[in-house]
């Protein structure tokens, strides 16, 4: 099936089965209720790269924090990415911030309606866009995500990858050619309802679709295979030391990301990736002193943290530690702090480094994404092997 646009009966055709079918199987989602321009933007910036199931809790803890633009605009950073803290990608969590800000201080508390001048707010690119311009203030644009993209491939057998300019292209003049005028957001959410539920990944539920019928990957037999994959890569795994330092008084040392570094804004435990040929010590004892030209005398293996992010993964040695020479001063951070143990509650962190948090307070849970075991005893430390002794009963 090449398209529609060349068979205006078709596309009603088509449209019309595809609102039907939503109006009868539209989950029930708390974005849906008590629509503004506001909850309709922050449901589609958390939806970015993140399950439904995920941010419904996320969503509905965020709105109580910040029920209105105006009480998000006038938060600190700091609370923002708290309230976000465990839904990932953070960036987009600064540039929520940094979005209502310019909504509430230069354009009077209210959202532009058309999806080109949405698009000069941060964070905000041409899918968002669409989706807030159409659902919140009715402008005939699509709005093509993942799952619009993988409908519109199956249906219309669109091969190459969808990430490709041309591909997106053509993608985007499909949409918008079935795009029924006046009623753009019920379809641009339909769409996304179809690729959520129904047009799946892997083990697509095409008895159920509303456009089998006119399915071309359906009809060749492989619909899986569409949308057509890149190769992937070998995920790079690294291993990486953290400093739990500790003063005379029972503070802990920790530090802040630089705004633009990934999980920028939030708070650590000092550290970084070792490098090839470094034992464990000696990467911790180096970033110590690169990141806040301190040395420092490591004491005891707290916590090992297995953890993946997108494109790589690490696994985590947090070891308890003191300042054996020099005052911390930030030389490759954006701040740092000596806070007591249960101040740490109050700051914004990784997963990785809140799991650490909650082992040196004692209430080692679990983290969603995160795995590892905190180690209730010492560990021996050597300085001629991987930098470790064995540690029994080590779960990652």
């Known amino acids: 099936m090449a398209g ?142 993942g799952n619009v993209r993988r409908v519109l491939c199956r249906v219309f057998r669109v091969e190459g990858d969808p990430a490709s300019a041309n591909v997106q292209h053509h993608l985007d003049d499909l949409a918008r050619g079935l795009l029924p005028l006046g009623q753009a957001g019920r379809f641009n959410e339909a769409m996304m309802e179809l690729g959520a539920t129904v047009c799946m990944p892997r083990a697509p539920r095409c008895t159920e679709c509303p456009w089998s019928e006119a399915c071309a990957a359906l009809e060749s037999g492989t619909p899986e295979l569409l949308p057509m994959r890149p190769q992937r890569r070998r995920v790079p795994h690294y291993d990486v030391a953290a400093a739990v330092t500790l003063d005379g008084t029972g503070r802990v040392l920790v530090a802040q990301r630089h ?44 916590a090992v943290v297995d953890h993946a992010y997108t494109h790589f993964r690490i696994t985590l040695y947090a070891f308890l530690c003191h300042v054996e020479f020099g005052v911390p001063q930030c030389l490759d951070c954006a701040a740092f702090r000596w806070v007591q143990t249960d101040e740490l509650d109050r700051l914004p962190m990784s997963r990785v480094d809140r799991l650490v948090a909650q082992g040196l307070q004692g209430d080692a849970g679990p983290q969603a994404g995160a795995s590892g075991r905190i180690i209730a005893r010492k560990s021996s430390i050597c300085s001629t092997c991987s930098g470790l002794g064995r540690t029994k009963g080590r779960l990652l």
């Open 259 to 302: 705004q633009n570094d990934m999980l920028g804004g939030l708070w650590e435990f000092p550290g970084g990736k070792r490098e090839e040929g470094e034992t464990l010590p000696e990467c911790l004892r180096r970033e110590m002193k690169e990141e806040l030209d301190i040395i420092v005398e490591i004491d005891e293996l707290l």
């Open 4 to 145: 529609c646009a060349s068979d205006d009966r078709l596309c009603k055709s088509l449209v019309l089965r595809l609102l039907d079918w939503f109006e009868g199987n539209a989950r029930d989602l708390p974005w849906r209720h008590d629509r503004t321009p506001y909850r309709v933007w922050l449901a589609e910036v958390m939806l970015q790269q993140t399950q439904v199931d995920t941010v419904i809790p996320y969503y509905e803890r965020f709105l109580t924090r910040f029920p209105e633009i105006e009480t998000l605009a006038e938060a600190s950073l700091e609370d923002v990415l708290r309230t976000w803290e465990g839904l990932g990608y953070y960036a987009r969590a600064r540039n929520l911030h940094a979005c209502a800000r310019i909504v509430v201080n230069d354009l009077d508390g209210k959202f532009p309606s058309d999806a080109a001048a949405l698009r000069a707010l941060p964070g905000i690119g041409p899918y968002i866009a669409g989706a807030l311009a159409s659902i919140a203030f009715g402008e005939n644009v699509p709005a093509v995500d």
